[in-house]
């Protein structure tokens, strides 16, 4: 339909374009005029014949006056969007009116009903229309048929595509397993979680609690995300779309237990995983960020090749920038700014490597050595980690490669040192995991490397090994949590 | 019950400037400074108010101390003269008790503009009308016209930070309630907020939730705003703020309009235009609930 419409726009114009005439195309901010005769216009871009010679401007910002012009309802760019209700009603309100206040762009945020929506982006001085944003609630899963048929320009999803796609990481969630306010229930091990999950355990009387039978909710889209927890069966489980019904269920039903995502846990309680070896992290902001809760899930900005307008080619590159962080964090989901944690903020990844090291001497030595060189130093939030059996970064890694080149180009890290740290899992000697580890945080630092080329930052290399486990190697995620290319940042005076 | 720490009180800052201003053919021709002037108990009569001729132009400028607002009314000129009198008292909880003395403007219909909102009301059978509005900034300024007169006022209301706001504007018919639903708390149940049940600031204060205010007589532009602590001991638990719109003859399949505020990542109240389809006219009398134009409230922790 939209497909239809664009062709048909397009003919329209090429048809429109065969009788030039006189134009004079001005920016928004009257910085340029440009006066000749209308060679062309293709919605996106005019090409005007000028005493200068031809020159082909941006249609979506130059305003077009004489009667050369095209009609100037057919110059308004329109981009069509879908996904999941979250995203469409919380994510993208957000950053898309922020958007349009930082460029001097008025707005109208029109509901049509309850899964549709669209803005109307005009000029604040001219209030002339120069772009139309649809969004409309997908059904989960749809999103990709739908961004391949055409049908739309954007997709947003949790969930990886695997096709000839476009997709960019612009958020971070994460799935957090949550009962209501009312359960007494504060805690849970992985396998006691498992077992509620396939409804193994189907009354809390059996962990103890009073007994009620117990209402699993899950929401629809997550499967992937689930399955890190270990062969689990959703069949008994109460499916949603729209996760903020999700944990309202879960928070007036004192017998439910819900996975949620993080950006939605709304009056519902987190419960903590622990593992059977005693590691646990919660899901937070920096957990998500670091992504060493294991549970975490990038966010996904989809779209097909075709070349977009200029104004939604602004908007994505907003989404994506640093500005954008501070709003992405304030619609509840997680941003990928980049955080620090002190070491004075990491006693209990300290206190792992200390007890894991136990009795043999030489795993202590090391695990000194290894704390005397992070000790003047800050963990930054990125960290690098890979897709399960395999040396590729995962998309939240790969994303945070362009992300930490661009702050080092900014600046963010001028007059300190930034150390690539590489741990690995536990299984196999100290010896083969130094060299696995190391060879990991070189890669990775060549790769920020050729990405930020100019700067003066110093890219300095350590690997520890195992040394410092993040997650029990007995879970299903523990290697992969643990196999990671942590980034320090120290003063440069300290390192030699 | 979720606690919430009560807002910082800090000693209140008054400042108040009364403005009284008329204009004629949209000049400002004279104005006329006024000390402040109060009547003793003894000596009632009227005040030492220098009468313009009726069709000139006056302003006075009333600096009183720092009066509780009953004192402050009491003295007011309310025998004495025609001279309209706004007062902006800071009270507790982030709010400002407006009242306005217009003994000559009985039963008149007022356009009140706070900051950029604004609203219609009515004065009573003796000229007055009050209300206790949210401070939604540091300074918070009030206008009143009316009958061809413009007051205008503003109070320094320094924990303006200490809540944070949702608010709908709208011009006409009494289309709009915002619903707000405090911690999971279901419709009518304590925590459930709206004009109905609009609550209180004391309940801010006390760190129990919010309160909602309406402005505005059904006739011209009015706003709600729902406002809500900042920050808290806990961070836990959202507020779920929705809209609710009442399908009438009048707007029945009509693109209505409004315009949309809530406070931003910034602490900011950004605008935005919204436009709502209302339902076809065989569903007048339905109330459409829109569930989507605000985000949830939460607590920052501190």
């Given at each position: 339909m939209t497909h239809l419409r664009r062709l048909a726009v397009l003919f329209f114009l090429s048809a429109g374009a065969a009788v030039a005439g006189p134009v004079v195309l001005t920016a928004p901010d009257g910085g340029m005029t440009v006066e000749g005769d209308l060679i062309s216009h293709d919605g996106e871009l005019f090409r005007v014949e000028t005493a200068f010679g031809p020159l082909t401007l941006d249609a979506g910002y130059m305003r077009c006056s004489g009667p050369g012009c095209p009609d100037p309802a057919e110059l308004v760019a329109r981009s069509e969007i879908g996904g999941p209700p979250e995203m469409i009603h919380r994510l993208l309100p957000a950053l898309l009116e922020v958007f349009a206040d930082l460029n001097g762009l008025s707005y109208l945020r029109r509901f049509i009903d309850d899964t549709s929506v669209a803005w109307e982006l005009r000029q604040a001085e001219t209030d002339r229309l120069l772009a139309v944003i649809s969004a409309e609630v997908l059904e989960e899963g749809t999103a990709q048929e739908r961004l391949l048929a055409g049908e739309i320009d954007f997709g947003l999803a949790t969930g990886e595509v695997d096709t000839s796609l476009r997709q960019d990481v612009i958020a971070l969630d994460a799935l957090v397993p949550v009962v209501a306010p009312q359960n007494p229930r504060a805690m849970v091990t992985l396998n006691q979680l498992i077992a509620l999950v396939n409804g193994?355990?189907?009354?809390?009387a059996r962990l103890g609690g009073e007994a009620a039978r117990v209402a699993v909710h899950v929401p629809e889209g997550w499967d992937a995300v689930t399955r890190r927890l270990g062969p689990v069966d959703l069949s008994g489980a109460e499916r949603h779309e729209d996760v903020r019904l999700l944990a309202d269920a879960v928070a007036d039903d004192p017998a439910a237990l819900g996975l949620v995502p993080f950006s939605a846990i709304g009056n519902a309680v987190p419960l903590v995983v622990g593992g059977a070896c005693g590691l646990a992290t919660p899901a937070t902001r920096d957990t998500i960020r670091a992504e060493d809760y294991p549970l975490t899930q990038p966010v996904f900005l989809q779209r097909s090749e075709v070349l977009q307008p200029k104004i939604v080619r602004d908007f994505i590159a907003f989404a994506r920038s640093e500005a954008a962080q501070p709003v992405i964090r304030a619609t509840g989901f997680v941003d990928q700014a980049i955080g620090r944690i002190g070491f004075e903020r990491q006693g209990d990844r300290i206190a792992n490597a200390v007890l894991s090291a136990g009795d043999d001497p030489e795993s202590a030595a090391q695990v000194r050595d290894m704390i005397g060189q992070l000790l003047d130093a800050e963990r930054l939030t990125i960290t690098f980690r890979f897709r399960d059996g395999s040396s590729d970064l995962d998309p939240q890694s790969a994303s945070n490669i362009q992300r930490l080149a661009d702050a080092i180009t900014r600046g963010d890290f001028s007059g300190e040192t930034l150390m690539f740290v590489g741990f690995s899992d536990r299984s196999g000697d100290h010896d083969a995991n130094l060299r696995l580890s190391e060879r990991r945080a070189r890669s990775v630092r060549r790769a920020v490397a050729a990405r930020a080329p100019d700067s003066s930052v110093s890219l300095e290399l350590a690997a520890f090994g195992e040394l410092m486990p993040m997650a029990c190697q007995d879970t299903p995620w523990g290697p992969q949590v643990n196999r990671r290319v942590e980034v320090w940042a120290t003063p440069s005076e300290v390192t030699r | 019950m979720r606690r919430i720490l009560s807002l910082y009180r800090r000693r209140w800052r008054t400042a108040i400037v009364t403005l009284a201003l008329a204009f004629l053919s949209g000049h400002l021709m004279q104005s006329v400074l006024v000390e402040p002037s109060w009547p003793t108990g003894s000596a009632?009569?009227?005040?030492?108010t220098p009468m313009p001729p009726e069709d000139n132009v006056s302003a006075s400028l009333v600096a009183p101390p720092v009066l509780p607002t009953r004192v402050a009314e009491a003295r007011l000129p309310r025998t004495a003269s025609c001279t309209p009198v706004l007062t902006l008292d800071p009270a507790p909880a982030a709010t400002v008790r407006v009242g306005l003395a217009a003994p000559c403007h009985a039963n008149t219909r007022v356009s009140l503009l706070m900051g950029n909102l604004a609203a219609q009301v009515e004065t009573d059978a003796h000229g007055r009308w009050s209300a206790r509005l949210p401070a939604l900034r540091e300074i918070t300024d009030v206008s009143l016209s009316f009958g061809g007169r413009f007051l205008a006022a503003s109070v320094e209301t320094p924990d303006a930070a200490s809540l944070q706001h949702v608010i709908l504007a709208w011009d006409g018919a009494p289309t709009f309630h915002i619903t707000a639903f405090e911690f999971g708390a279901h419709a009518r149940?304590?925590?459930?907020?709206?004009?109905?049940?609009?609550?209180?600031p004391e309940r801010a204060l006390q760190g129990a939730g919010g309160f909602l205010t309406r402005v505005g007589d059904g006739t011209g532009p009015a706003f709600e705003i729902y406002s809500f602590p900042a920050t808290g001991a806990e961070a836990g638990g959202v507020v779920r703020v929705a809209v609710d719109a009442g399908v009438t003859e009048e707007n029945c399949g009509q693109l209505v309009r409004a315009t949309a505020f809530q406070t931003g990542y910034t602490g900011e109240l950004s605008p935005t235009d919204v436009a709502f389809s209302m339902p076809g006219c065989d569903r007048v009398g339905d109330v459409v609930r829109l569930q989507n134009l605000f985000r949830d409230m939460r607590l920052a922790s501190r």
């Open positions: 193994e355990t189907d009354d809390w | 009632r009569g009227p005040l030492p149940e304590d925590g459930h907020v709206w004009s109905g049940a609009p609550s209180a």
